[in-house]
């Protein structure tokens, strides 16, 4: 089973970018033999009908369709790669590229919130869909990161992981929910995790009672999930709250304590503790810091 490693080149950016079907990360594009790779690999086809095998499975490749591959997935084309996407873009990166300069900040390349895709895939791939009305911008945000790293102008490295950044934002919010991501992807415990997680954030909700909700002990839900995603149940309760809390920041003027106590922390001092642990700022410098909006 060939092994593929990002082969990192000093002063460019740990990057890559490549139009299909002219290029592919890992696997030569006209046998599309099986491959795996130590590397995160978008896969976008803008325009494909064919199949793809990945960990065995077979999926059917169409347009519109974003594939998010973590490493150690073992991937081959069931049609020829030409045929299979006519049209589309790889983009290939090793794990540290997200957080560079922050050691520490993350238990593993799994914990990253941008990278749960890719550690939801480590054991069933996950493929996310691309309404055709959003196509175009997709196409454009490829395109962009392609030329910075062609051009290799000053400041390229920070330019290219900027557009990075701005994928993997994308393709975090493909999905209206991370329940139903995890159906799709035929995961329904982790599914009524987050389900439970989603209907219950707002109370004083804790790995027990997620536990006790779907019938297991907590021991054994918790390392299911932490092997699952990377983090564990209180992490991504505590991650739900936070992104509720700052779509109440930005969008409401309700007070710092009304918005903890929404969002599962009735104790504002704590709220405003873990709300600073999260961000580096309080609730209210975090609404601050805001630019104002537009006039109508």
């Known amino acids: 089973m060939p092994v593929v490693g990002f082969g990192r080149v000093p002063g460019i950016a740990p990057v890559v970018a490549a139009r299909v079907p002219q290029g592919l990360p890992a696997v030569?594009?006209?046998?599309?033999?099986?491959?795996?790779?130590?590397?995160?690999v978008l896969f976008y086809a803008s325009r494909a009908n064919g199949t793809v095998l990945i960990d065995g499975?077979?999926?059917?490749?169409a347009d519109g369709d974003l594939f998010v591959i973590a490493p150690g997935q073992v991937v081959s084309f069931g049609t020829p790669f030409e045929e299979a996407t006519t049209e589309g873009w790889t983009v290939w990166f090793p794990t540290d590229v997200v957080r560079p300069g922050t050691p520490g900040a993350?238990?593993?390349?799994?914990?990253?919130p941008l990278l749960f895709p890719f550690a939801s895939g480590i054991n069933r791939a996950q493929r996310l869909h691309i309404p055709s009305a959003d196509r175009a911008g997709w196409g454009r945000r490829f395109a962009a990161l392609d030329a910075e790293l062609r051009a290799r102008r000053d400041g390229h490295q920070e330019a290219a992981?900027?557009?990075?950044?701005l994928l993997l934002v994308a393709a975090a919010r493909l999905s209206t929910g991370v329940a139903d991501q995890l159906r799709s992807a035929d995961e329904p415990l982790l599914a009524a995790v987050f389900a439970a997680i989603e209907q219950r954030y707002h109370e004083p909700i804790s790995l027990a009672d997620v536990a006790a909700e779907l019938a297991l002990t907590a021991g054994h839900l918790t390392t299911v999930v932490r092997r699952r995603t990377g983090r564990t149940v209180q992490q991504w309760i505590a991650q739900r709250r936070m992104?509720?809390?700052?779509?109440?920041?930005?969008?409401?003027?309700?007070?710092?304590?009304a918005i903890g106590r929404r969002v599962g922390y009735p104790d504002t001092s704590y709220f405003i503790k873990r709300f600073r642990a999260e961000h580096g700022v309080t609730p209210t410098q975090w609404r601050d810091a805001a630019p104002p909006a537009p006039p109508p």
Do not use: K
Request: hydrophobic fraction near 40%; aromatic fraction near 8%.
């Open 28 to 40: 030569d594009p006209v046998t599309g033999g099986p491959h795996t790779h130590d590397f995160l």
């Open 57 to 61: 499975r077979r999926w059917t490749v």
């Open 106 to 112: 993350y238990s593993s390349w799994q914990a990253h």
């Open 161 to 165: 992981l900027a557009h990075l950044t």
């Open 243 to 257: 992104q509720q809390a700052r779509l109440l920041l930005t969008e409401t003027r309700l007070t710092v304590a």
